[in-house]
């Protein structure tokens, strides 16, 4: 059985919160996208590890495909992804991005020799704007995850600026 971080050549959790925490130390501006795959869990099931993690390596490969060196992909659940994209302040060119993952991850693939086809949902939030540190950041792009898989396939959801140091909610978008 592969280790699916090494597989993906996907940096461990460890070290994706750590650079979290040194983004946010340093005041960069950023955009931390939680991407869930839809229904991914039914086909490993049915078709095995080893078809799921092909499947994973090819999602994989396609958020990289929009993405910059600078950008950082970890697998962070079964079936889901979360996305690091440097220098980006601005909520309507995060949300484009996150239209266009959700794109990519939609059509259609073959992996051993069967056409899959995955959704995915999309939480999206900024720092500083919706989090002071990672795991403020973090739980923003949670929240606004677990909206978007609430919403339906296919969504988006941003997370809305916390206000007088409550945890931040989201908002559909």
């Not at 078809?51 to 910059?68: C, F, H, N, Q």
């Not at 060196?69 to 309507?92: H, N, R």
């Not at 086809?117 to 973090?138: C, E, I, M, N, Y």
């Not at 995850?145 to 007088?164: E, F, K, L, M």
Request: proline share 4%; hydrophobic share 40%.
């Amino acid at each position: 059985m592969f280790d699916v971080d090494d597989l993906l050549g996907a940096p461990p959790r460890k070290r994706f919160e750590k650079l979290l925490s040194q983004r946010c130390a340093a005041g960069d501006s950023f955009a931390l996208m939680l991407v869930h795959l839809e229904g991914f869990q039914n086909v490993s099931a049915e078709h095995g590890s080893n078809v799921g993690d092909l499947i994973l390596y090819e999602v994989t490969a396609r958020i990289r495909e929009k993405l910059s060196d600078a950008d950082v992909v970890m697998k962070s659940g079964d079936s889901q992804f979360a996305v690091l994209v440097t220098g980006l302040s601005d909520i309507e060119v995060a949300e484009r991005i996150a239209n266009e993952l959700i794109g990519r991850l939609e059509t259609s693939m073959i992996v051993s020799g069967t056409r899959f086809r995955l959704t995915a949902s999309v939480g999206v939030t900024l720092f500083p704007q919706h989090g002071k540190d990672w795991k403020a950041l973090l739980l923003s792009a949670d929240t606004a995850a677990y909206d978007a898989r609430t919403q339906g396939r296919g969504r988006i959801s941003v997370s809305i600026p916390a206000v007088g140091g409550q945890d931040p909610p989201s908002k559909p978008s």
